[in-house]
């Protein structure tokens, strides 16, 4: 071949490389300036809202697409809230429980119908139906026929230790925050509730329905089913879902205790009028007291949205495929809201439900604390928002906000070139 065909084809390829990385530098450049408006709007909504600091998560199956932390981690100090920023998330903790459950299944340590009996010292048999067993399907549905009553609410929090309660409120009209004295061990403080006769048992401690009849959502029977899981892997579940969940996706900064993580990037949490709340912890830590980051978050939500895809890696595509498939017929529900698109109670899978509209995930609140975690089933998208400040009566402006927020990055999501 003549040196000036060879010098002819080096050109063109050349001049196609440069073209191509052009295009490239063009999209990236188009993407950024779509982001850099997107913060410029949901910072927007955070100064002229009630929300002290909120941070927010978009993602899909191939990776984190947006994360940011708008207002303040702590009033007083004017710190800033970001994705790094660290706070309990509430109820999406139990979708942790979920996971955990499959991948001790997968580890041939339990199966779904067994019943919950066969790991436990102590007696669950609710009253009313004797001769039916509850089983951990029914656990992780929801319709173990367990109940929350007002002494889960008024018990199961606990204020941590070697703290300074000046300026502060343990007073919360949703759940009392009780001194540490009260503090007890997990498995006591279910056994106590859940036995008849025990130190902590109420007559509607139980249903009236059977188990398996009924679907209510139940933190007592989401943190039992944690207790199983420890008993049927001999591990305890902080240890096993940290060895199993959080250290393969690289959650370093998440825990589930202060004494886990950085408390140094820890938010403040605020009551409805911005007092200051202390810090806190739980009895039943796995309903709801995962400490985590936005960022953290953004990789977990991620593996959700591949699990489902039949691409994740903390479980099989078997085992993703039984964790997400919708486990109730209408039934089981005394009502339920078809209108409502991001409503896990709609059609409860594992620990993580559908609602009526197409979306996938769980919500949470807590003390100063705000969470839904949601992906679209069909365009594999997924948005996190974790706040923290109480959400407030429905004619507060800070749930509007909070809409505002979600609403937003579901419009972006339009906007930003998603690689496929």
């Not at 063009?26 to 100064?47: A, F, K, P, W, Y």
């Not at 790094?84 to 199966?111: C, D, R």
């Not at 486990?327 to 609602?355: K, M, T, V």
Request: net charge negative.
């Amino acid at each position: 071949m003549k040196k000036s065909t060879i010098a002819l084809l080096l050109s063109i390829a050349l001049c196609s490389c440069n073209q191509s990385k052009k295009q490239i530098d063009n999209s990236l450049s188009e993407n950024q300036n779509v982001l850099d408006s997107l913060t410029m709007e949901l910072d927007s909504i955070q100064r002229n809202g009630q929300i002290n600091g909120f941070a927010v998560a978009m993602v899909n199956q191939n990776g984190v697409l947006y994360e940011k932390g708008f207002g303040f981690s702590n009033r007083e100090t004017k710190e800033k809230y970001t994705e790094n920023t660290i706070q309990h998330i509430a109820s999406v903790s139990k979708t942790l429980i979920g996971i955990a459950l499959m991948k001790a299944k997968e580890m041939g340590k339990l199966n779904l119908d067994d019943p919950i009996q066969d790991y436990l010292a102590f007696k669950v048999i609710n009253p009313n139906y004797p001769d039916e067993t509850i089983t951990i399907r029914q656990l992780a549905t929801h319709t173990s026929s367990i109940n929350d009553t007002e002494q889960y609410m008024e018990r199961a929090w606990i204020l941590t230790k070697d703290q300074d309660l000046t300026n502060v409120s343990t007073a919360y009209p949703a759940q009392r925050l009780n001194p540490p004295k009260l503090d007890v061990p997990m498995e006591k403080y279910l056994n106590g509730y859940l036995e008849i006769n025990g130190a902590f048992y109420q007559d509607d401690n139980y249903l009236k329905f059977k188990p398996g009849e009924r679907y209510n959502y139940s933190n007592i029977g989401a943190t039992l089913c944690a207790l199983v899981i420890e008993k049927a892997t001999g591990q305890a579940f902080d240890s096993f879902t940290e060895e199993h969940i959080l250290k393969p996706l690289g959650m370093n900064s998440s825990g589930w205790s202060l004494e886990d993580v950085d408390i140094k990037k820890h938010s403040r949490l605020y009551r409805n009028d911005n007092t200051l709340l202390p810090f806190y912890t739980a009895i039943t830590y796995p309903d709801g007291m995962l400490i985590s980051s936005s960022s953290d978050m953004a990789k977990y939500l991620s593996e959700l949205v591949k699990g489902y895809s039949g691409e994740g890696k903390l479980l099989s595509k078997e085992s993703y495929k039984e964790l997400f498939t919708e486990q109730l017929e209408e039934q089981n529900f005394e009502s339920r809201n078809a209108d409502n698109p991001y409503n896990g109670d709609y059609s409860p899978a594992l620990f993580i439900g559908h609602s009526a509209l197409g979306y996938i995930g769980h919500s949470g609140g807590d003390a100063g604390v705000g969470t839904w975690m949601y992906f679209d089933k069909e365009k594999r998208t997924g948005r996190y928002i974790v706040i923290n400040t109480d959400m407030g009566n429905d004619e507060r402006a800070k749930e509007f906000e909070y809409y505002a927020v979600w609403d937003k990055m579901n419009e972006y999501f339009e906007k930003i070139n998603v690689e496929e």
